[in-house]
């Protein structure tokens, strides 16, 4: 049982047929556990009078209680803070009870004339509007065995204080005891205390005689030694003043010494200034020149790198043209081949060396530009790493001199030492070009070799394709003239030509593709077409050649006196494997 508020509150009572009267009733409260079979806590409120023993009224609140007291009431705490705010609203009753208009009140109603049965006791709060009832509580009057069992614990506690009250008499006649002994000790202490004050008073009276005769001792030694003290710092002062006043025409002196090397720095300063202002302006220019530099050097590599996208056109043509000019030794190489593939590639490969030498050339007219504009740079870049070690020469002995006074020479130094490092790299960046464009010369005098070598074999070839030429217009002449005396023979009898008629046959190799248009040679035979055609039909058995070479296509060359729509076409085929080419794919 643990008690948690206990005191005599004013309640303002109110019974049946009875006019509403104040008394002064004892409110506690109480928290009781329980541990036995479930751990449980009830609060306990008790209402007593102690004018009245008889008066009680008792409420015992659990958590299921509070629980649907909460309801039935709205109100927003929980079981374990309604003691504390409980305990709050009675001490603000009590605190305003002494007012005129107290603000909360307590009331304790009672259905009954008397009280007797229960009772409502209620913490209300006055306003000029209305009665807020903050809190109703429902209180049982106590039974018989409750009055008896209050009335046994008043007796209890009323035995202890009258244990309390005797044991309380005990220790005041002692503490009297005590304080009788004490006030005797006192007096005679205060006896012992006056005789020892006019010993003191006696003891100080000698004292202070002796005292004052040592005083008058010690002053006059005082005096002497003050007067010996005062001739010692006479002496001292006129020592120091000699002293002060020659330090003095010495500081003067220096002084003038100083304004006048002042005066000498100062001028020395504005030369200093006018000397870096100079020097920035040179930096100025300086650095406007190193621009231009990395200006051209971009246009330079912009230039370089056009250059290598020309010359990587013509490595590629180059390379094409080695594969034509493989073709063109393969094609002379075959015998088979017709005149007009090889003229039409001649004709080709003589317009791309045309555009070849034309682009070689304008390539070595940009290099002797390029070559020129380098020169000038390195010219330029020359005369300015003179002038900027000129510079530096001069930065720096005026650095040496303004090492402590000046900190923006500092900072030019290190613009200077950051523009050299430009310039450096801008340096290295031009030899990177040189050696670029001697790598392009190499490459140009390779270029211009196997445009050599090409020229010579195309000329080779022109000389091979000029004896094909010649022979194969000797054989047509040959075949025109025999055709030409045999005319009236083959009208009569077309099995009676000769076996050299098959050489007016087409010849072309079934693996090879066709290179360009095929070429036409018209004969003085095309006039006669009803002879020729006579002729046409048994020219592959007079001949003796195979029908492969009497086939039409699209892409033949009609021989010298025959010409391409008159050729049989209901010969035999025979099937033949066709040659393999090193340069074509069949």
Same mark, same amino acid.
């Given at each position: 049982?643990?008690?948690?508020?206990?005191?005599?509150?004013?309640?303002?009572?109110?019974?049946?047929?009875?006019?509403?009267?104040?008394?002064?009733?004892?409110?506690?409260?109480?928290?009781?556990?329980?541990?036995?079979?479930?751990?449980?806590? *009830?609060?306990?409120?008790?209402?007593?009078?102690?004018?009245?023993?008889?008066?009680?009224?008792?409420?015992?609140?659990?958590?299921?209680?509070?629980?649907?007291?909460?309801?039935?009431?709205?109100?927003?705490? *929980?079981?374990?803070?309604?003691?504390?705010?409980?305990?709050?609203?009675?001490?603000?009753?009590?605190?305003?009870?002494?007012?005129?208009?107290?603000?909360?009140?307590?009331?304790?109603?009672?259905?009954?004339?008397?009280? %007797?049965?229960?009772?409502?006791?209620?913490?209300?709060?006055?306003?000029?509007?209305?009665? =807020?009832?903050?809190?109703?509580?429902?209180?049982?009057?106590?039974?018989?065995?409750?009055?008896? *069992?209050?009335?046994?614990?008043?007796?209890?506690?009323?035995?202890?204080?009258?244990?309390?009250?005797?044991?309380?008499?005990?220790?005041?006649?002692?503490?009297?005891?005590?304080?009788?002994?004490?006030?005797?000790?006192?007096?005679?202490?205060?006896? %012992?205390?006056?005789?020892?004050?006019?010993?003191?008073?006696?003891?100080?009276?000698?004292?202070?005689?002796?005292?004052?005769?040592?005083?008058?001792?010690?002053? $006059?030694?005082?005096?002497?030694?003050?007067?010996?003290?005062?001739?010692?710092?006479?002496?001292?002062?006129?020592?120091?003043?000699?002293?002060?006043?020659?330090? +003095?025409?010495?500081?003067?002196?220096?002084?003038?010494?100083?304004?006048?090397?002042?005066?000498?720095?100062?001028?020395?300063?504005?030369?200093?200034?006018?000397?870096?202002?100079?020097?920035?302006?040179?930096?100025? @220019?300086?650095? %406007?020149?190193?621009?231009?530099?990395?200006?051209?050097?971009?246009?330079?590599?912009?230039?370089?790198? +056009?250059?290598?996208?020309?010359?990587?056109?013509?490595?590629?043509?180059?390379?094409?043209?080695?594969?034509?000019? &493989?073709?063109?030794?393969?094609?002379?190489?075959?015998?088979? =081949?017709?005149?007009?593939?090889?003229?039409?590639?001649? $004709?080709?490969?003589?317009?791309?060396?045309?555009?070849?030498?034309?682009?070689?050339?304008?390539?070595?007219?940009?290099?002797?530009?390029?070559?020129?504009?380098?020169?000038?740079?390195?010219? $330029?870049?020359?005369?300015?790493?003179?002038?900027?070690?000129?510079?530096?020469? $001069?930065?720096?002995? =005026?650095?040496?001199?303004?090492?402590?006074?000046?900190?923006?020479?500092?900072?030019?130094?290190?613009?200077?030492?950051?523009?050299?490092?430009?310039?450096?790299?801008?340096?290295?960046?031009?030899?990177?070009?040189?050696?670029?464009?001697?790598?392009?010369?190499?490459?140009?005098?390779?270029?211009?070799?196997?445009?050599?070598?090409?020229?010579?074999?195309?000329?080779?070839?022109?000389?091979?394709?000029?004896?094909?030429?010649?022979?194969?217009?000797?054989?047509?002449?040959?075949?025109?003239?025999?055709?030409?005396?045999?005319?009236?023979? @083959?009208?009569?009898?077309? &099995?009676?030509?000769?076996?050299?008629?098959?050489?007016?046959?087409?010849?072309?190799?079934?693996?090879?593709?066709?290179?360009?248009?095929?070429?036409?040679?018209?004969?003085?035979?095309?006039?006669?077409?009803?002879?020729?055609?006579?002729?046409?039909?048994?020219?592959?058995?007079? &001949?003796?050649?195979?029908?492969?070479?009497?086939?039409?296509?699209?892409?033949?060359?009609?021989?010298?006196?025959?010409?391409?729509?008159?050729?049989?076409?209901?010969?035999?085929?025979?099937?033949?494997?066709?040659?393999?080419?090193?340069?074509?794919?069949?």
């Amino acid at each position: 049982m643990e008690e948690l508020f206990s005191k005599v509150l004013q309640v303002n009572v109110r019974c049946r047929d009875c006019e509403e009267r104040k008394s002064n009733i004892r409110v506690t409260i109480e928290l009781q556990l329980t541990t036995s079979p479930v751990h449980k806590r *009830d609060l306990l409120v008790r209402l007593t009078d102690d004018a009245d023993p008889y008066f009680l009224f008792n409420l015992s609140i659990s958590e299921e209680d509070f629980q649907s007291l909460k309801v039935q009431q709205g109100l927003l705490i *929980d079981f374990a803070s309604f003691p504390q705010k409980f305990i709050d609203l009675l001490n603000l009753c009590s605190s305003e009870q002494g007012s005129e208009n107290p603000r909360f009140l307590l009331h304790l109603s009672c259905q009954s004339a008397s009280l %007797e049965g229960p009772a409502n006791f209620s913490v209300v709060e006055t306003n000029a509007f209305k009665h =807020l009832n903050h809190l109703s509580l429902r209180l049982t009057q106590g039974s018989d065995k409750h009055v008896r *069992d209050y009335l046994a614990a008043c007796l209890s506690s009323l035995k202890v204080k009258q244990a309390l009250e005797t044991k309380l008499k005990k220790t005041e006649e002692d503490l009297s005891r005590q304080l009788s002994y004490a006030q005797q000790t006192l007096s005679e202490k205060t006896r %012992e205390l006056d005789k020892l004050r006019s010993e003191w008073t006696n003891q100080t009276s000698s004292l202070s005689s002796r005292h004052s005769n040592e005083l008058q001792s010690e002053r $006059e030694k005082a005096l002497e030694l003050q007067s010996k003290l005062q001739q010692q710092t006479e002496q001292l002062r006129q020592e120091l003043e000699s002293s002060h006043r020659k330090s +003095s025409q010495q500081l003067q002196s220096r002084l003038s010494e100083l304004e006048s090397s002042c005066r000498d720095l100062t001028e020395r300063k504005y030369k200093n200034e006018s000397a870096i202002r100079d020097l920035k302006i040179k930096l100025v @220019g300086a650095e %406007e020149e190193c621009q231009r530099s990395k200006q051209q050097l971009l246009t330079l590599r912009r230039e370089n790198s +056009s250059l290598d996208a020309e010359v990587h056109e013509k490595e590629r043509l180059v390379s094409q043209l080695q594969m034509r000019v &493989a073709v063109l030794e393969q094609e002379s190489k075959d015998k088979d =081949l017709l005149m007009g593939r090889t003229k039409e590639v001649l $004709e080709a490969t003589q317009r791309q060396k045309e555009t070849a030498e034309e682009a070689a050339e304008m390539k070595e007219m940009q290099i002797k530009k390029l070559e020129s504009t380098v020169k000038s740079l390195s010219e $330029e870049l020359i005369k300015a790493n003179g002038i900027i070690k000129k510079l530096q020469g $001069e930065v720096r002995g =005026l650095v040496g001199k303004i090492k402590m006074k000046n900190t923006v020479t500092v900072s030019q130094e290190k613009v200077l030492q950051e523009t050299t490092g430009k310039l450096q790299n801008v340096e290295k960046d031009l030899q990177s070009t040189q050696q670029q464009l001697t790598n392009r010369d190499e490459q140009v005098c390779k270029l211009t070799e196997q445009l050599d070598a090409t020229v010579q074999k195309l000329n080779e070839s022109k000389e091979v394709l000029k004896t094909n030429e010649n022979v194969i217009s000797w054989l047509n002449k040959q075949l025109n003239e025999k055709l030409l005396t045999k005319k009236p023979e @083959g009208s009569d009898n077309p &099995a009676s030509l000769p076996a050299n008629a098959g050489l007016r046959a087409q010849f072309y190799p079934q693996s090879l593709k066709p290179v360009g248009t095929p070429m036409t040679v018209l004969t003085p035979a095309s006039a006669e077409p009803r002879t020729v055609q006579s002729v046409g039909k048994h020219i592959g058995d007079a &001949a003796g050649l195979d029908s492969k070479y009497f086939e039409r296509r699209d892409d033949s060359i009609p021989v010298y006196g025959l010409p391409s729509n008159l050729l049989p076409k209901d010969l035999p085929q025979r099937t033949k494997p066709p040659v393999p080419s090193a340069y074509f794919s069949a």
